[in-house]
C-alpha cells in the first residue's frame, strides 16, 4: 500500500536560510506526490505537486520538491526562509491503481518554525 | 478568490448525540471530499462525492458516518452516534476534477469537534 513518511515532525530554521522538509514515499509504481501547507486556522493549500513530468518541481512562495526515484524521495526545500513560512507542512501520495476518486494520503506532517 | 467554508468552526457535544457538520465547496467544482485528523495523527481521508453519490469510502466511514449535498451548494457529514473517538479536525475539500494528480483539492479551514 502507498504511503509516505515524513522524517521530521518539527524543523527549526532561521530567517533567511535554507530549508529542508524531508519525504520518502513507498509506493511500486510511480507515484503522484504533493506538498500542502497549512497555516493556523486556514485551509490546507497545495504547494506543488508531481504527477511523472519534470522530476524538479517548482510551487508557490520559492518552494520546490525533487522527485527522486532511486531514492524514494520528495524532499521539500526553499533556498531562504520568510517568516510568514511558519506553519504545517504535509507530504501527500495518490494511490495506486485503476481508482479515480481522489483519495490523498498524507503523511504527518513537519511543523516549520522560523526564527527572526 | 474563491474559497471552501465550514461551519461550526469549533462543535462540542456529548457523546451519543448527532451532528452536522456543514461545507460549501467552490461553485463550481463536482468533486467534494471529507477528512479527519486526530489530534497528533495524520490527516486522513473519509469519503469522496460525485454526481451525488459516494465514490470512495474509507474503513472509518461506517454505518455512523453519512455524506449528503441538500442544496446544490452545501456538502454535509453526518454522524449519528457520536463516540469519545470521533473527537477530531474534520476538513472538507474540493476538486474541479477527480482522479489521480488531476486536479488540486481545495481545503476547507476544518471543524474541529469535540465528543465529551
Known amino acids: 500500500a502507498q504511503s509516505v513518511t515524513q522524517l521530521d515532525s518539527h524543523v527549526s530554521v532561521s530567517e533567511g536560510t535554507p530549508v529542508l522538509l524531508r519525504c520518502n514515499y513507498s509506493s511500486s509504481y510511480s507515484p503522484s506526490l504533493f506538498w500542502y501547507v497549512q497555516h493556523p486556522n486556514k485551509g490546507l493549500q497545495l504547494l506543488l505537486k508531481?504527477?511523472?513530468?519534470?522530476?524538479l518541481v517548482k510551487g508557490i512562495n520559492g518552494f520546490e520538491a525533487e522527485f527522486k526515484k532511486s531514492e524514494t524521495s520528495f524532499h521539500l526545500t526553499k533556498p531562504s526562509a520568510h517568516m510568514s513560512d511558519a506553519a504545517e507542512y504535509f507530504c501527500v501520495v495518490t494511490p495506486e491503481g485503476s481508482s479515480n476518486t481522489g483519495k490523498l494520503i498524507f503523511g504527518q506532517g513537519t511543523t516549520l518554525q522560523v526564527k527572526p | 478568490e474563491p474559497e471552501v467554508t465550514q461551519t461550526p468552526s469549533h462543535q462540542v457535544t456529548q457523546m451519543g448525540q448527532e451532528v452536522i457538520l456543514r461545507c460549501v465547496p467552490i461553485s463550481n467544482h463536482l468533486y467534494f471530499y471529507w477528512y479527519r485528523q486526530i489530534l497528533g495523527q495524520k490527516v486522513e481521508f473519509l469519503v469522496s462525492?460525485?454526481?451525488?453519490?459516494?465514490?470512495?469510502k474509507s474503513e472509518i466511514f461506517d454505518d455512523q458516518f453519512s455524506v449528503e449535498r441538500p442544496d446544490g451548494s452545501n456538502f454535509t457529514l453526518k454522524i449519528r452516534s457520536t463516540k469519545l473517538e470521533d473527537s477530531a479536525m474534520y476538513f472538507c475539500?474540493?476538486?474541479?476534477?477527480?482522479?489521480?494528480?488531476?486536479?488540486?483539492?481545495?481545503f476547507g479551514p476544518g471543524t474541529r469537534l469535540t465528543v465529551l
Open positions: 475539500a474540493s476538486s474541479v476534477l477527480g482522479g489521480r494528480g488531476e486536479a488540486e483539492q481545495f
Open positions: 462525492f460525485y454526481n451525488n453519490e459516494i465514490s470512495e
Open positions: 508531481y504527477t511523472s513530468a519534470a522530476t
